[in-house]
């Protein structure tokens, strides 16, 4: 009778594809599901508890940019641009444009095409 010893590699194999096997049970709780649709899940909105309101999430995440721990890039989260409104109303630059010479004009024509 021969014995066979079990290797280092096969016990690892057999713990490697024990967890990889056990990866979608422990997926099964989450917040989207597999689904065989066009998506290729479902969502269950019902399955997802936060603990945070939405004023601390952006808050941690303007405080995480700010710190250099979060880039742009990484977040969906879009930073507000200046506002930079003018203070005269459309009908008041239709006006304008209306009483322009024509030397005004091509003046204006020949900045904006370059």
């Given at each position: 009778?021969?014995?066979?010893?079990?290797?280092?590699?096969?016990?690892?194999?057999?713990?490697?594809?024990?967890?990889?096997?056990?990866?979608?049970?422990?997926?099964?709780?989450?917040?989207?599901?597999?689904?065989?649709?066009?998506?290729?899940?479902?969502?269950?909105?019902?399955?997802?508890?936060?603990?945070?309101?939405?004023?601390?999430?952006?808050?941690?995440?303007?405080?995480?940019?700010?710190?250099?721990?979060?880039?742009?890039?990484e977040?969906?989260?879009?930073?507000?641009?200046?506002?930079?409104?003018?203070?005269?109303?459309r009908?008041?630059?239709?006006?304008?444009?209306?009483?322009?010479?024509?030397?005004?004009?091509?003046?204006?024509l020949r900045?904006?095409?370059?």
């Amino acid at each position: 009778m021969s014995q066979q010893r079990i290797s280092i590699y096969s016990a690892l194999a057999t713990v490697a594809a024990a967890i990889t096997l056990a990866l979608p049970a422990t997926a099964s709780a989450a917040y989207e599901h597999p689904a065989n649709n066009e998506q290729g899940v479902t969502v269950h909105p019902d399955h997802f508890v936060s603990q945070k309101t939405r004023a601390q999430v952006k808050a941690e995440t303007e405080a995480a940019i700010k710190q250099g721990g979060l880039s742009f890039g990484e977040s969906s989260f879009p930073r507000e641009s200046p506002r930079s409104g003018s203070s005269k109303t459309r009908e008041q630059v239709i006006q304008e444009l209306r009483d322009e010479s024509p030397s005004q004009r091509e003046a204006r024509l020949r900045a904006i095409s370059g």
